[in-house]
């Protein structure tokens, strides 16, 4: 069996401690009429992109992942992920590599509105890592090629923003369409409930 090249890596990990509500954000519905959850339509949207394996970090919450998506996806849990989200990065590329991929392209869980399409032009966008623009503005996936996984952090709450912040010369931005948006509250929730 030949090893994938790239993978992809939901981070999951955190409490979700701003959201306000029933369970945890991340199995929070969406839509009316769609009875996906947040975490669910993130996954959808993950692996119809059709980049390569996906990997799930999960921290705060074990159990995260769907049991319908759980075949689908490898998942791995960070015991370590109240330390900031570095750390949840770390177990993601440490899964990447014992699957011999030489590029991860990471999102957030609680971002479901990333497109399928924008996951595929941040993973086929040439350099050591690409970064995908809404509106001119950074957001996510972000692509990171193998030779720069040992420049990353190993402490702190960011992913990638810092190593981009220090080696801008590395970094390809990819216009894409969809949404960032992020669910944090349910204030958030409610936003896209009533659209």
Same mark, same amino acid.
């Given at each position: ?5 790239? =993978? ?17 954000? !991340? ?6 009429? @769609?009875?996906?959850? &947040? ?23 074990? @159990? ?29 590329? @440490?899964?990447?590599?014992? !699957?011999?991929? $030489?590029?991860?392209? &990471? ?14 032009? =941040? ?9 995908? $623009? ?26 990638? #923003? ?9 970094? #390809? ?12 509250? $349910? ?9």
């Amino acid at each position: 069996m030949i090893p994938p090249s790239r =993978v992809v890596v939901l981070l999951a990990a955190g409490a979700g401690s701003r959201f306000v509500g029933p369970g945890h954000k !991340l199995s929070a519905n969406i839509l009316d009429g @769609d009875s996906r959850t &947040v975490i669910e339509r993130s996954l959808d949207n993950a692996l119809s992109a059709g980049i390569g394996a996906v990997v799930v970090v999960t921290g705060a919450v074990a @159990d995260v992942v769907p049991s319908h998506l759980a075949d689908a996806v490898t998942v791995r849990h960070n015991p370590r992920w109240a330390d900031g989200q570095i750390t949840s990065l770390h177990v993601g590329i @440490d899964a990447a590599r014992a !699957l011999g991929a $030489t590029s991860v392209v &990471v999102g957030l869980a609680d971002q479901p509105f990333i497109a399928p399409d924008a996951w595929q032009a =941040v993973a086929d966008h040439d350099g050591p890592i690409a970064v995908a $623009t809404y509106g001119g503005r950074r957001g996510n996936p972000v692509k990171l090629d193998a030779e720069v996984w040992d420049l990353l952090p190993t402490a702190g709450d960011e992913g990638a #923003r810092a190593l981009m912040r220090v080696r801008p010369e590395l970094v #390809r931005e990819v216009a894409c369409v969809g949404s960032p948006a992020d669910i944090d509250t $349910t204030e958030d929730l409610r936003r896209w409930q009533s659209n």
